[in-house]
């Protein structure tokens, strides 16, 4: 049933408020952004009528049998961990998160926005649910947020080891660039998971957020980047590769962005990951139809400016959306070049396992298209342990330096630490 909103955006926010403490909810914002094909749907998903059975080590498998039987919306994840579905890898960190490795369920009530229209899909009374929602408070940010300390897992001397291990794999052959990835952590952290959202959204609008709540597990997540999206017999992804601030007048901003357009490193790694994700969609694409409409394509963002290329591909007659996902998966802007030795080099030096950190959370529609983030710019909760946790990476080629890639990362952590208003302890 559709309805009419006077006030879109506060109407959101309480049809959220309304469905956040149910056992599962998902809601996924673009944000208004214009963005390349578009954001996410602006959907929110809340409580599950049926969840899916995920048979161990046929993750994909499960859902396309789950979505041929119900034909229905699904919500979920797919974590970055599937690789080792994928690939004969194996993941052996510690996850103070604990998210389950894939996860989807088809929820009882869906609400769609368009404009000034939400339709809701529920086999419960959509009068009834619209007059409740209309009802409640229209949740703010706080103030204060958490205010607590994180600390990164691994010290200085170990990711600046870590870095010059990498590129001896370079100079050896064994890959030309690895994403590598440090965790940021706090034990026993007192945390409104569904603040933090509000606090991150309102810091760092993205085209492909989410709030994702498995049970006492939680995902807020501030995305930029596309990892697919199907519609029809087409496919397109969009990798994220280079990054620089935004300038603080117009004049600035053209020079950062020209700045790069023509940095050498930047282009290099958005060209290599390019031709990654032609490779992975060649195995399931028609040959001849996979294209690149744009390459190195600079985006502003409120903070940043983002290099982003698109390519696209028409999947062949009789493949299943589940095969599309998991012969491209996971994501080439997370691991590296070559992919597979990456993944290796990555579960090597890495000292926590990514769970799904630069995996995935997104929808499947009843007839089979779909649309996925990469799981980057994210914090994990898990309520059950008060262990809360993001991660940041970057991606090391021969031309690293090593302490300007830490220096980095620490940068890339303060957006997080402004969210949680949180201090950092360095090791």
Request: proline fraction near 4%.
């Amino acid at each position: 049933m559709r309805f009419q909103v006077e006030d879109v955006e506060s109407f959101r926010l309480q049809a959220w408020n309304w469905g956040k403490d149910e056992t599962y909810c998902t809601y996924l914002y673009d944000h208004g952004i214009d963005y390349p094909n578009g954001g996410f749907k602006h959907l929110l998903a809340v409580g599950a009528k049926k969840v899916c059975d995920i048979e161990d080590g046929n993750s994909f498998e499960s859902v396309q049998k789950f979505h041929n039987q119900h034909k229905s919306w699904l919500f979920g994840h797919w974590g970055y961990d599937l690789k080792n579905e994928v690939e004969l890898l194996c993941s052996d960190h510690q996850d103070g998160i604990d998210m389950p490795n894939a996860f989807f369920y088809i929820p009882k009530t869906l609400f769609i926005f368009e404009g000034n229209e939400v339709q809701i899909v529920s086999d419960g009374d959509a009068e009834a649910i619209f007059y409740q929602v209309s009802q409640q408070e229209v949740p703010q940010p706080s103030i204060d947020g958490w205010g607590g300390e994180v600390s990164p897992k691994i010290s200085h001397k170990i990711y600046i080891d870590t870095v010059e291990r990498i590129q001896e794999h370079i100079v050896e052959g064994d890959v030309y660039e690895v994403n590598i990835c440090m965790e940021f952590l706090a034990r026993e952290a007192e945390i409104d998971p569904f603040d933090l959202y509000l606090r991150i959204s309102a810091l760092s609008p993205a085209p492909f957020s989410a709030f994702h709540k498995v049970k006492n597990k939680f995902v807020a997540c501030s995305s930029p980047e596309r990892y697919m999206k199907k519609e029809d017999n087409k496919v397109i992804s969009q990798p994220i590769k280079g990054t620089i601030r935004r300038g603080k007048t117009e004049e600035e901003d053209h020079q950062l962005k020209v700045q790069l357009r023509n940095d050498e490193k930047e282009v290099a790694e958005n060209m290599m990951i390019v031709d990654l994700v032609r490779n992975d969609l060649a195995r399931t694409c028609k040959a001849g139809t996979i294209k690149v409409p744009e390459i190195f394509g600079i985006y502003g963002f409120k903070s940043v400016f983002q290099m982003i290329s698109t390519i696209e591909g028409e999947i062949k007659e009789g493949i299943p959306f589940a095969k599309v996902l998991k012969n491209a998966f996971p994501m080439g802007s997370m691991t590296g070049a070559p992919k597979v030795m990456a993944m290796a080099l990555i579960e090597t030096y890495e000292r926590t396992k990514r769970g799904l950190y630069s995996g995935s959370i997104g929808y499947i529609t009843p007839e089979g298209d779909f649309d996925f983030n990469v799981v980057i710019r994210s914090a994990f909760y898990n309520a059950r342990n008060k262990y809360l946790s993001f991660q940041i990476g970057s991606a090391i080629t021969i031309d690293s330096n090593a302490e300007l890639e830490y220096e980095e990362c620490l940068l890339k952590a303060k957006g997080m630490l402004d969210a949680l208003n949180a201090e950092m302890e360095l090791k």
